[in-house]
């Protein structure tokens, strides 16, 4: 049998760490999400295309108005390009590819396809 020291305190009993203990020096603030960049779609011009064939895409891809329709119709008529819509990237890399598969100008016999378009960071 093992003789214990009376004089000799016992060991304390190892430390229990309760959750509720723990506190951290620093506490974390929620972080403010980053607002997303904005990319305009951009619809260039070229001689395959009819005003009602724009008129009716920018309809169906941009639930545009007739009126509005119109506008960017004569728009990248006259200026070669126009900015259809600007939002965040990963929308306007979509309506660019709705844009590329929308087909061709059936009023227009010699047409070999959608138009082009282009995305730009807006400013």
Known sequence: MEETNPTTPA???PAVERASERVT?????P???KPLEMWHVIL???S???YEYVMRM???LFSCDPQRAFELAKTVDTEGRVICTTVHKE???LKR???HAYGKDKLIASCKGSMSAVIEPAP
């Open 11 to 13: 060991a304390p009993p």
């Open 25 to 29: 020096q620093t506490a974390t603030k």
């Open 31 to 33: 972080r403010e999400p």
């Open 44 to 46: 260039l011009d070229d």
């Open 48 to 50: 395959d295309h009819t």
């Open 58 to 60: 920018t309809q169906d």
């Open 91 to 93: 929308l306007a890399e």
């Open 97 to 99: 590819d709705q844009i």
